[in-house]
């Protein structure tokens, strides 16, 4: 007999991560970091010092958990000190298709993550090695990909292609951005073609997937690099869980969708911890640098 | 019963109309699906199955086939129309294999140097733990590069739904041409609405403002051409005649450039939205 759920017209909510509550095993990825005292690890259930937490990198001291993280301090934790140049920053967006509430949403996403995008953009040093880079912010409107989100990545990889430089790019997106109508799904197509022209012109793109890194943005370019690494326990899918349960009408297995499974299934390369990743990343930008050729 | 191709639907004032009116009428059973375009447009079609990985996805019909005289590959995402050929065909949603499959045509159109078809109609690529496990973001991600760089003419044409990253994956073309009732939207209306607004009944408003139909898409500069539909599916003939012709139109003036010219074009199209000015 058929199941039931196969007359079920499968919904289309693909770029839906933004607003959908986690909940269960989802809540092992904590949320940041507060300045109280102490916090609760939601994974190991200890009660830390947040100063430790800090100090660790946003990593639980006890059990290894990897809280969220703010994107200036990945960028001063992962680059050598004072080697970051920032590009496109004043880039802002407007709301191109007055979609209703985009502009009070926009400022608020301003004003909350004192940024002005959802990506930030640059080059920078890791160990001595020049590279552009790329960090997602997850505190603007869940790192939701748009025109300008688009755009920054798009001349980020055409500057990296033109001045022969490897591109090292850390995604946390709950898609498209659903604001901006179709041109935040023509994002996908624009981006994917910069990655492909950087690759043709030789440059090694290294995509580093954090929780969550959903929709549009991992049906482009986080999927596009030539080296995919994660860290532990990112949730990496297509269509974010919840828009799956209500389609299929079922539970998920635990540990579907995070970054384990997707080692395991062959879609990505690595899980780096995060106190590993500037090390990591460092050998493979020398083991791919001019030098290293004979 | 109201017929689909009802004539209310073809006012002359675009801005009377609402979108979500088309987003219904797209959907609409008895509307022509991947099959019926191939059946009137191609001539001697070969169907050609799998991707040479995991299997062969229902949801696309992939072959070739003579447009005129003209050789070309077709890849024609299938609903179906009856209850037990639309569950064969899981309503158009497609699985990561299903790219794939569309992929392989693609590189076998290159090589042989043949112009390429894709017909989207999709309400989005399938989400469920097969697709998930098998990659349904790096199957799509895969064509996005792949076919941004494909050495032959592309045209996709809009029949019907155009269902965010899973119509995307075969519609980065040389050319987008939509069916006047076809939509091409970042999401559904319906989960616009309760996602943003929390409240599914307000799917019309969300039609409206995500710009989805084809009007929409031709005036922000996505879809080149927008095809007219009659008032009645049994005229629905002349639709096929007409893109007959403007399909092989199209690809006889794209024999007139060089490859690096194609691709480039293609490549222009889409790098220029959303491109900031001044820079
Ligand atoms: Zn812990």
Redesign the pocket.
């Known amino acids: 007999m058929l199941k039931k759920s196969l007359f079920q017209k499968p919904e289309n909510r693909l770029e839906t991560y933004e607003k959908i509550p986690v909940k269960g095993e989802q809540k092992q990825q904590g949320p940041e970091i507060p300045d109280n005292m102490f916090i609760n690890?939601p994974?190991?259930r200890?009660t830390l010092l947040s100063a430790d937490v800090k100090e660790n990198n946003g990593v639980?001291i006890?059990?290894g958990?990897h809280f969220k993280i703010g994107v200036r301090q990945r960028i001063n934790m992962l680059l050598d000190e004072g080697s970051f140049v920032g590009m496109y920053g004043d880039m802002t967006s407007r709301n191109l298709i007055d979609f209703p509430g985009y502009d009070k949403k926009l400022e608020e996403a301003t004003s909350k993550s004192g940024e002005k995008e959802a990506v930030i953009c640059g080059t920078g040093k890791i160990k001595g090695s020049s590279a552009a880079i790329f960090f997602m912010n997850g505190d603007f409107m869940m790192g939701s990909m748009g025109t300008v989100v688009g755009e920054k990545i798009t001349l980020i990889f055409e500057y990296a292609a033109a001045n022969d430089l490897p591109v090292i790019g850390y995604t946390i997106s709950g898609g498209a951005r659903m604001q901006e109508g179709i041109l935040s799904l023509m994002q996908m197509a624009k981006t994917s073609g910069a990655v492909m022209r950087h690759g043709e012109a030789g440059g090694l793109y290294i995509a580093v997937l954090t929780n969550p890194t959903t929709g549009g943005v991992t049906a482009s370019f986080a999927m596009e690099g030539d080296i995919i690494i994660s860290e532990p326990g990112a949730l990496i899918g297509f269509a974010g869980p919840r828009v799956i349960e209500q389609t299929i009408r079922q539970k998920l297995p635990q540990g579907f969708q995070r970054a384990e499974f997707m080692v395991e299934k062959g879609f990505v390369d690595a899980i780096v911890e995060r106190k590993e990743q500037r090390e990591y990343l460092s050998k493979l930008l020398k083991l791919h640098s001019k030098e290293m050729l004979v | 019963m109201k017929n689909i191709f009802d004539s209310s639907v073809y006012e002359a004032d675009e801005s009377d109309v609402r979108a979500y009116k088309r987003v219904m009428t797209s959907r609409a059973k008895g509307r022509p699906t991947g099959k019926d375009y191939i059946d009137n447009l191609i001539s001697d079609f070969i169907e050609l199955h799998g991707d040479r990985h995991t299997g062969d996805d229902p949801a696309v019909i992939t072959g070739i086939g003579k447009l005129k005289n003209m050789p070309v590959t077709v890849i024609a995402i299938e609903k179906g129309h009856s209850t037990k050929e639309k569950i064969k065909r899981n309503f158009g949603s497609m699985h990561p294999e299903g790219y794939r499959k569309a992929l392989r045509q693609m590189k076998l159109a290159e090589k042989f140097a043949r112009p390429v078809i894709c017909i989207v109609d999709t309400s989005g690529a399938y989400c469920g733990i097969e697709a998930e496990e098998r990659g349904q973001g790096q199957a799509i991600a895969e064509n996005l590069v792949e076919m941004m760089r494909l050495k032959t003419p592309i045209v996709s044409l809009f029949i019907g739904e155009g269902g965010s990253g899973g119509a995307l994956g075969l519609a980065v073309a040389d050319k987008v041409w939509m069916l006047e009732n076809s939509y091409y939207s970042v999401i559904s209306p319906e989960g616009c609405a309760s996602i943003l607004w929390k409240d599914s009944k307000k799917m019309k408003e969300a039609a409206q403002s995500l710009r989805l139909t084809a009007y929409d898409l031709k005036d922000l500069g996505i879809a080149e051409k927008i095809i007219t539909e009659p008032e009645n599916l049994k005229d629905f003939k002349r639709i096929y005649y007409f893109l007959e012709d403007l399909l092989f139109d199209e690809f006889s003036k794209s024999k007139e450039l060089s490859t690096q010219e194609l691709l480039e074009r293609r490549y222009e199209k889409f790098r220029k939205i959303g491109r900031i000015q001044g820079l």
């Open positions: 690890c994974s190991c200890e639980c006890k059990c958990n």
